[in-house]
């Protein structure tokens, strides 16, 4: 039975460009991210990303930094700065960690910027006039202490449905539903543990009914996502409401209406405004190339596909709430209207969201201590080995545990044993008897040559086919299974054996070139930093695998505010297809080679495990002593505290 070939693929094959957008979940700026992070929404989007471009299509892959909102605020006070210095902060911290990781952002940039603000009031007043947000009233919590609205997710009580302890404000995540915080059981404050008040107060609401009807027709056009994906985000239509889209808050981009864009205690809801970043981040990208309309062939374009990668915790944002924005946008809800000047725009193709990953067992969680830092992690091994793990362990369709133990046998068998000997060892045996690629004829290939060579060709297929299903582990474990091939093949031919034959080691060791060049390009995507290396350590010259770089720049709207993007140079030369074999060149200089990975010793899981259990009591002190402060100055002030509070 013949494979089904997708669109993408058939394009690519034709030699038609396609537009690809990936749009990646925008980190959180109030704390340095962690790799249960990017293990959802970086290191997948990536090797997507950089798949789309070897195929040739023209990819857009924008992100940044999510600055508004209430735990800034939190955070911000915690610390002792105002919200935009923790904002500043700590969005220059994760975009050099993520730099470093080589994800390949054509542009990260954050929520704080002017053109993000334009963009979110565009959106807004479209759809208010649309009729799609419309203004009410509702119960709010307020902190005590502060005066503040505490967000959904920073109280916790007991699920009114099931009964679960534990829930969140926004939802529990036993039984899946969502919740309102009023209707909590015995709620909490997760900052400091005291008793919320709620009190009725004006805001803007999202009509989600109105848009229910257009929402749920599109999500079942949606065609092979991952089943909890759609599962999940088919059943958030079971009962939908309402949705306040502003808060009682100074933190955040103002409300653009009459007597609400200058009040300093209104601002738009974080969640409303974050998931308008991926346009607006498009728009900043094509201003910043000097053509402000480009953004439009990834945005109003139908024909282009829109990837949203994320962690599960997201599903709801962007199954429900961008779409649900976009359709009221383009006045295609039960109220009718039209587009504003941004154009109709693309409702998402797919929400790639994947499952948690855990720590030792332990849930992750930075106040408490259970972290493993990007920064720390890639400050001792290397990048492609952290990024190797994530993709062959990660959580892609199911909950996955990172052990150091794994992490350790991982590199050491896979990367450094199969792998990175394999090129070692084929380029040590060039360097020697030839110091170039040798010189064939096509006749001089044996059958054993010829299946080889036919493998690894045919696993840009079968790769590719994976990847483009967002079945990465997969494509990775295919991918080291033809390393496996190559590694069998070496070891028949024996070609440290063939001096005396020296026609038969020039097609032996052409073939096995060939074929670590093939596996090479196959692993490109998950391993860029690397595959670098081994293209150099054949003879390549030039960039065979871009990498992304920092770069400080000015606001486009306001020269006095700078900031730190991700960006990078990644579009192919004009007809180039890399996906696909690359025929090694004969004569092409070999050098003496170095090796491309670093074996850990097993000794690192006993010494990472103890630096665990040292970091995590410290931090656990340290919360603690804050919490403990946190309750005695809220009791000297009178304020109710539950006694069971912690903070997260």
Known sequence: MKKAVSLSVLLGIIGLMSHVLVAVAW???????????????????????????????????????????????????????????????????????????????????????????????????????????????QMVAISPSNGRTLPDRYIEGTCPLCGYDGARGDQCDNCGNELDSIDLINPRSKINGEIPRFEETDHYFLDLPALAEANLAWLKTRKNWRTNVINFSLGLFDEVKPRAITRDINWGIPIPVDGWVDNPDKKLYVWFDAVIGYLSASIEWARRQGDPDLWRQWWNDPESPAYYFMGKDNITFHSQIWPSEILAYNGEGSKGGEPGGLGRLNLPTEVVASEFLSMEGKKFSSSRGIVIYVKDILSRYQVDAVRYYISIAGPETSDSDFTWSEFVRHNNEELVSSWGNLVNRVAVLLYKNFGQIPQIELTALEDMDRDLLKTTE???????????????????????????????????????????????????????????????????????????????????????????????????????????????????????????????TAGTIIAKPSPIFQKIPVEAVQEELDRFQRELAARQEKEAARLETEKKKIAEEGEPIAKDGESE
């Open 458 to 584: 045919e696993g840009f297929h079968t790769v590719g086919s994976l990847i483009e299903s967002h079945r990465q582990k997969a494509a990775l474990t295919e991918a080291m299974h033809i390393v496996q091939e190559i590694n069998r093949y070496v070891s028949a031919t024996e070609p440290w054996k063939l001096k005396d034959n020296p026609e038969r080691l020039a097609a032996v060791l052409h073939t096995a070139a060939q074929a670590v060049m093939d596996a090479n390009t196959l692993l490109a995507p998950f391993l860029p930093h690397s595959a670098q290396k081994v293209y150099e350590t054949l003879g390549g010259k030039g960039t065979f695998s871009p990498l992304p770089h920092l770069e400080d720049v000015q606001d486009l709207d306001n020269p006095d505010f700078t900031y730190p993007i991700i960006t990078g140079t990644y579009k192919l030369g004009e007809n180039v297809r890399p996906w696909k074999r690359q025929e090694i």
């Open 27 to 137: 980190p959180y700026a109030n704390g340095p991210r962690h790799i249960g992070h990017v293990a959802g929404f970086g290191v997948p989007s990536d090797v997507y990303a950089r798949y789309e471009r070897m195929k040739g299509n023209d990819v857009l892959m924008v992100s940044g930094t999510d600055e508004h909102g209430t735990p800034i605020l939190v955070q911000a006070d915690a610390e002792g700065v105002s919200a935009q210095e923790l904002a500043d902060r700590y969005n220059r911290v994760i975009a050099q960690d993520l730099c470093n990781l080589g994800l390949s952002y054509d542009l990260f940039t954050r929520t704080t910027t002017k053109n993000h603000e334009k963009v979110v009031q565009d959106m807004f007043k479209q759809c208010l006039k649309n009729g799609y947000i419309y203004q009410g009233t």
